[in-house]
């Protein structure tokens, strides 16, 4: 962490940003760690590669988010958060790679691939969230509500509301600090999780039709396809948390969900979650051997194919990875 803060103290202007398809972590990272740089008396900007997802635009200076490429103008280092490798950054990374920056990678991901300048990585933290809290309290600058908001649903998204493995007793001390600041926890819940359209319950009923699971009920896995978002005019984002619905099924151990990519033909973007005490299956791993990772119990990736030859290659691969364990 203090190496991250000297990194700050060299530069005057600099670029904020995180992976792909923002969610919670990583747009609450971002507002928050904007803050904390100008906080410390610099210049700062959002560039991601996707625009803020509706049910996050609530959010206090969402709107500052850009994705316009065209007038981003110099900058003296680039902040990546909640990224385990600078690719994840999407169109960013050309970018940051076109001015030859110094990169400060912050990030909790065990399969990060210590890719910046300097390098804060932090496998045991619950969110990148957490980590930018940590920052707040070493440089001293004064956190505000918004600050605040931020940093909580950061948390509280990324720890699956407090019910995931990487929430520890310290995570429930800063998010209890964080509500200190005057936040309201069931008007923030409501926010994020219940603000749904019925264009997004339809796109819920078709993708929970698609559930499947082994012949040893321990893999389950559904998708969604540019067919059901378009038949149902629903908002991808909303799809963020489905993978549950598969993960809930009792007795299975992994869980899979296939989003065929909306920018990209013949890209399927794979969610991986897994379940269990000692015996669950480390899924970082798997999305390893595809390209991706992430956690333990929680990763990603994204293979190049039609959505059929994707899923076959990829079920195999579990399937064979659970007969190992």
Known sequence: MREVIEAIKKGKRFLVTAHVNVEGDALGSQLAMKELLMGMGKE??????????EHYRFLPKASEVSNKFDKVGAFDAAVVLDCP???????????????????????HHISNEKFGSVNWVEPNASSAGEMVFRLFKETGVKMTKEVALSLYI?????????????????THEIAGELLGYG??????SESVYERRSVKDINLL?????TIRVNKSGMIAHLEVT????????????????????????????VAILFKEDQQEKGKINISFRSKGNGDAADVNKI?????GGGHAKASGCIVAGSL???????????EASLKDK
């Open 154 to 170: 950061a948390i509280l998204t990324d720890t699956g509301s407090f019910n995931y493995d990487n929430t520890s007793s310290a």
């Open 183 to 188: 936040l309201d926890p069931a008007v923030v």
């Open 205 to 209: 009923g078709l993708v929970l039709a």
């Open 308 to 318: 059929k030859e994707v899923k076959k290659k990829v079920l195999a691969q579990v």
């Open 287 to 291: 999305a390893a051997i595809f390209g």
């Open 44 to 53: 700062a900007f959002i560039l991601d590669s996707d625009p803020v997802p």
């Open 85 to 107: 490798t600078l690719n994840r950054t999407g169109k960013v990374r050309d970018v940051i790679k076109s001015q030859a920056v110094p990169i400060i990678n912050i990030d």
């Open 226 to 253: 540019k067919d059901m978002l378009k038949k149902t005019g629903a908002d991808l984002a909303k799809s963020e948390g489905l993978i549950n619905f598969a993960r809930s099924i009792d007795g299975v151990k």
